[in-house]
């Protein structure tokens, strides 16, 4: 065992939990001995260590597969995305944070904690990383779902996603062992090779792969796999609903990439039914269920599974065009629904629910919070000139170029146009409808600062998407 | 001479399974549960998987199913209240669906390992130490890292608040 090899493969997880375990003593010294804990110190140094490891991931040099994990570029992008998503969330959990009567604190060392679990999975390379990874960021996240314990709404989220996801988590490790048993190995390239090596895949192999599909599924919340997402997101604090369809959405994009394209490799091409079909019922399922939701966090719960459906369609086509559309749909989704749930947070300040009429006439409210919730929800929809457009384009042009199954690539065309309708549904309550209540919306400089953030980002990789096509690309590179 | 002790302890532990499952009264349940773990620990012995065997008796039998007698006591059921696993015909398609595939599995495990490898280990907590502290190091310290987080959320969700 080399400790320089670690540490060159997991440092950016060695910053995290330093960081966490950091944030720990802050809280407690700052709190001075009372329950509540006042946050501003343990806030800082969130940001503070969350943007220095920011920055520190930018230097990370690809290491290649190292006996512990491996670090290439693919797990270098992931890392950015996940420590940034972090940011982002703490950044947008300050407006909320008051409702946390106690544990403010701790808020912020789960979302770190669950950050690090992410990051931990971009760089395995055998199963029992990836599993022990896995299980680090969905219980952190089961207990954020239910971190508002006077609300009967939270502990259902709470209780609802630790029944499910303790479900497919016992799916997923009885996959694993099948896949074991068949390979004798949890590398993921020694079972890459017996896949490769046999003319067909040994019944065990195929059945452990499978269960581990649905592990997997769960996580990317891809139909039949989606049954948590609209109950979970609505009852969840709004930050941890944002970091849900981030951050755990990504884990499961990162291991279904590896899965597709490092894993089954050459032999993706036998998926690519099953994987069509689930894209198709995806789509189907996310997009028809958002229409008549009235609850905001609910509606972008079923929009974040119609876009699960349009990432699964772009996986099933498994080609290195396909791997970059993912990154950079992935990309554009973060600062979408970043806005949108700082939006929801500001909007329903007091309230305990997030009801679409708190949104209603919005335009005379607030002609700022407006305009970035009609960009983020067109961004969403992929009207052009945003970033969104070209995301959907790149995915079905890879869709159509590399052999989608065309009635799956048409459904996902009459998708957009289905997306397209209920995405302008919420633009007109913003516009068209009376306000329900006048009252004026307070906003910090901060807050301010991130929602124009977001629509700058939007806006500019709408109509200048190079840079970021090529980041994704260089990020895509290392698995092909 | 293994066969006749693997029929015994794989019947058993198919039968107190399915007595977990269909009897009405939750304490007879989780008995029967801890006999079931207590069959599996043999099945682990057979294999010469001691360690195992010792854990599924400890951890199982011992401290999680303590854990689950003490829910059954804190809900406090009435007894007319109680009732045995009612079988829909969804569950018996799924359960069916999942036997088929397990079945397709089970009978082409493929040629890539030899059987009798599991074995090499010989199930002592020193073989399976190195394993966890060498090739496993780092699942094994995420792990440390899982139980720090779970003990803080737990706190915090546990306690008092004045959140209305």
């Excluded at chain 1, 067909?200 to 581990?212: I, K, R, S, T, V």
């Excluded at chain 1, 065009?321 to 500001?346: E, K």
Aim: charged letters at 10%.
């Amino acid at each position: 065992m080399n400790p320089a090899e670690l540490f060159d493969i997991f440092g950016t997880e060695v910053f995290l939990a330093v960081l966490a375990l950091v944030l720990i003593v802050t809280d407690l010294l700052d709190g001075g001995g009372k329950l509540t804990g006042a946050s501003e110190k343990t806030r800082f140094v969130t940001y503070a260590g969350l943007g220095a490891i920011l920055v520190s991931t930018f230097f990370l040099e690809p290491y290649g597969d190292g006996q512990f994990g491996q670090l290439d570029s693919f797990a270098i992008f992931f890392k950015q995305f996940f420590v940034a998503t972090a940011l982002l969330v703490m950044w947008l959990a300050a407006p909320y944070e008051v409702r946390f009567p106690a544990g403010r604190g701790e808020f912020s060392m789960l979302i770190v904690f669950a950050t690090l679990g992410m990051c931990m999975l971009a760089s395995c390379n055998d199963f029992a990383t990836l599993f022990v990874g896995l299980e680090l960021v969905t219980i952190t996240l089961f207990m954020l779902a239910a971190f508002r314990p006077g609300l009967p709404r939270s502990i259902e989220a709470g209780i609802k996603f630790v029944i499910i996801g303790a479900v497919a988590a016992g799916f997923m490790v009885y996959g694993i062992a099948f896949i074991y048993g068949a390979t004798g190995s949890f590398d993921f390239a020694v079972v890459h090779d017996v896949i490769v090596s046999s003319e067909e895949m040994p019944g065990a192999l195929q059945f452990g792969l499978l269960m581990l599909l649905v592990g997997l599924g769960f996580k990317l919340g891809a139909v039949p796999f989606h049954v948590w997402i609209p109950d979970v997101y609505q009852g969840a604090p709004t930050p941890v609903t944002a970091m849900l369809s981030v951050g755990s959405k990504a884990t499961g994009v990162l291991l279904m990439m590896r899965l597709v394209y490092s894993i089954l490799g050459e032999a993706a091409g036998q998926w690519t039914a099953l994987l069509m079909g689930l894209a198709f019922l995806t789509l189907l399922m996310g997009n028809l269920g958002a229409i008549p939701q009235t609850d905001l966090k609910r509606f972008l719960g079923y929009s974040g599974i119609a876009h699960a459906g349009f990432l699964m369609l772009a996986l099933a086509t498994g080609s290195q065009d396909s791997a970059n559309a993912i990154l950079f749909y992935m990309s554009t989704y973060l600062f979408a629904n970043i806005a949108a749930f700082l939006v929801i947070v500001v909007v329903s300040r007091t309230a305990d629910n997030a009801h679409m009429d708190r949104i209603n006439g919005l335009a005379n409210r607030s002609p700022f919070l407006a305009l970035v919730l009609t960009v983020s929800m067109l961004s969403l929809a992929g009207v052009p000139p945003f970033a969104g457009f070209f995301a959907k384009f790149m995915v079905l042009r890879a869709a159509v170029d590399h052999g989608g199954l065309m009635p799956v690539v048409i459904l996902s065309l009459v998708m957009v146009v289905v997306g397209l309708y209920y995405y302008l549904c919420v633009v007109k309550r913003i516009y068209m409808r009376e306000a329900v209540d006048s009252s004026v919306l307070e906003m910090s400089g901060w807050t301010r600062g991130l929602l124009l953030l977001c629509v700058v980002v939007m806006f500019l990789f709408g109509i200048y998407q190079s840079p970021l096509v090529d980041f994704a690309r260089a990020g895509a590179a290392s698995l092909f | 001479m293994e066969l006749p002790f693997f029929f015994l302890f794989g019947g058993a532990m198919v039968l107190f399974t399915l007595l977990t499952m269909f009897v009405k009264n939750p304490v007879h349940s989780a008995i029967f549960m801890i006999l079931s773990f207590a069959s599996t620990a043999g099945l682990f012995v057979l294999l010469d998987a001691y360690l195992m065997a010792a854990i599924e008796v400890l951890v199982y039998a011992g401290a999680i199913m303590v854990l689950f007698l003490f829910v059954i006591m804190l809900i406090n059921l009435r007894s007319d209240e109680l009732e045995g696993m009612k079988v829909n015909p969804l569950m018996v398609l799924a359960a069916g669906t999942f036997f088929a595939l397990l079945h397709r599995a089970i009978s082409d495990l493929g040629a890539a390992v030899d059987p009798v490898r599991a074995n090499t280990f010989e199930g002592e907590p020193k073989v399976v130490a190195k394993y966890l502290f060498t090739e496993m190091v780092i699942p094994f310290e995420a792990v440390s890292l899982l139980l720090l987080a779970a003990i803080l959320g737990t706190v915090v969700l546990a306690r008092r608040t004045r959140d209305a």
